[in-house]
């Protein structure tokens, strides 16, 4: 990182560490790669200035444009249930701020990231590069057909609330393949789900109740 970015982010350092601890490890997440990359991405470069004295905190931020980053404890929930492994190739619909990329990218060996609203999409692109993040791919466009041209990914994480999984999804996951996607109505609570593939066929496992932006058709 350079150095008026690295100077920044240790101002907030203390802050961050706090926030692993007492939302993160506290709440039962424990692989040790989802911790570290919390603790090393400068959440607070991914929020607009106004909101980065919140960027710590225990509640999702908005990015504007209607759209929020996620809450850390949903962020690192939803990247440890998917166990990361650092020779994986990673999918994400719903770049955002690009915050869920770089902690992905902190993980594993490669990301592709897709963003539906346009402004989101290059300034998230632009954020990651400064950053130094230079596994991550950007692109914006409708992440419902995901992204044929790089399949099949170990790993899919869909940050937008979808009614149902999209088809091209489950079939762009690899073998032993997990998919984490909040399923419900926009205006409601959704379900968080885990789609594993074995043996070609998909289990469905229900985990727990979320709230999402809803997942945007173009
Ligand atoms: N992962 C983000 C969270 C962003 S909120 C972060 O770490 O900041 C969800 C994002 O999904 C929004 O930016 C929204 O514009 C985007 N989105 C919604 N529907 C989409 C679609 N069909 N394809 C790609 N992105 C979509």
């Known amino acids: 990182m350079a150095g008026f970015l690295q100077q920044q982010a240790d101002q907030f ?13 506290n709440r039962g997440i424990s692989n040790p790669a989802v911790l570290d990359a919390m603790r ?50 990673a999918l ?10 770089a902690i992905l990218a902190e993980i594993v060996d ?15 692109e632009e954020r990651l590069k400064k950053l130094g993040y230079k596994n991550v791919v950007c692109k914006y466009g409708d992440g419902y057909q995901g992204w044929k041209e790089y399949a099949p990914f170990d790993l899919i994480i869909v ?7 999209p088809q091209p999804l489950i079939d762009q ?26 043996k070609s066929k998909t289990e469905i496992k229900r985990l727990t109740f979320v709230r999402f932006v809803p997942f945007k058709r173009l």
Request: proline content about 8%; hydrophobic content about 35%.
């Open 13 to 25: 350092e203390p802050m961050r560490q706090r926030m692993v601890k007492t939302q993160i490890m």
């Open 40 to 89: 090393k991405v400068p959440r607070h470069l991914f929020v607009p200035k106004e909101y980065q004295d919140e960027a710590y905190n225990d509640y999702p931020l908005p990015i504007g444009y209607g759209q929020t980053i996620s809450q850390p404890y949903i962020v690192a929930y939803m990247t440890e249930v998917i166990r990361p492994g650092s020779r994986m190739k």
């Open 92 to 101: 994400e619909i719903g770049t955002g701020s690009g915050y869920q990329a």
């Open 110 to 124: 490669k990301v592709y990231t897709i963003e539906i609203v346009p402004e989101l999409a290059k300034e998230s």
């Open 159 to 165: 940050t937008a609330a979808a009614e149902t999984i």
């Open 173 to 198: 996951l690899a073998e032993d393949g997990r998919l984490v996607i909040p399923v419900g109505k926009p205006s409601a609570v959704q379900e968080l789900q885990l789609v594993v593939k074995k």
